[in-house]
């Protein structure tokens, strides 16, 4: 697997078969990347109003598809001020050089991929993130 960053692009899948590691941005990319297990740092940044009106209408403990299925921190989540080069460095050369953090990561990669191979993944997947918003509500 190469060691070069690449951006997305058309050919996403093709990069994802041959990454080591990704620095993916938070959103679907997450699931793919995992499904292709690709172990990963997730990002996000936005502006700062824009974080805090998102943080008051939507209160999810996390942004990653592969965490919130899970219903843990598998993957690192760097979000606004944590999201910096250096963490995201540092992040990623766990990803990279780690090999008992990336097989830890593989591993809930075969759980995430059992769960969402069974009939009806996408209403107990809604019915999921429903009720995590409904807990963290109140």
Same mark, same amino acid.
């Given at each position: 697997k190469s060691e070069l960053i690449a951006m997305m692009s058309p050919a996403a899948y093709e *990069?994802?078969?041959?990454?080591?590691? &990704? +620095?993916?941005?938070? &959103?679907?990319?997450?699931? %793919? $990347?995992?499904?292709? !297990?690709?172990? @990963? +740092? +997730?990002? =996000?940044k936005t502006s700062g109003v824009s974080f805090l009106i998102a943080k008051m209408l939507v209160k999810l403990k996390y942004i990653s598809l592969v965490n919130l299925i899970l219903? #843990?921190?598998?993957? #690192? %989540?760097? *979000?606004? %001020? @944590?999201?910096? $080069? %250096?963490? *995201?460095? #540092? $992040?990623? @050369? @766990?990803?990279? $050089?780690?090999?008992? =953090?990336? !097989? !830890? *990561?593989?591993?809930? =990669?075969?759980?995430l991929n059992s769960q969402l191979h069974y009939e009806g993944v996408s209403n107990r997947l809604a019915h999921s993130i429903f009720n995590q918003l409904v807990q963290h509500a109140h």
């Open positions: *990069i994802l078969k041959h990454a080591r590691a &990704g +620095v993916i941005k938070s &959103g679907t990319s997450t699931l %793919e $990347a995992a499904l292709w !297990n690709v172990p @990963q +740092v +997730v990002v =996000y219903s #843990k921190e598998v993957v #690192k %989540e760097l *979000i606004q %001020e @944590q999201c910096t $080069a %250096e963490a *995201i460095q #540092k $992040a990623l @050369q @766990q990803c990279i $050089a780690d090999e008992a =953090y990336r !097989n !830890n *990561i593989l591993q809930h =990669y075969d759980t």
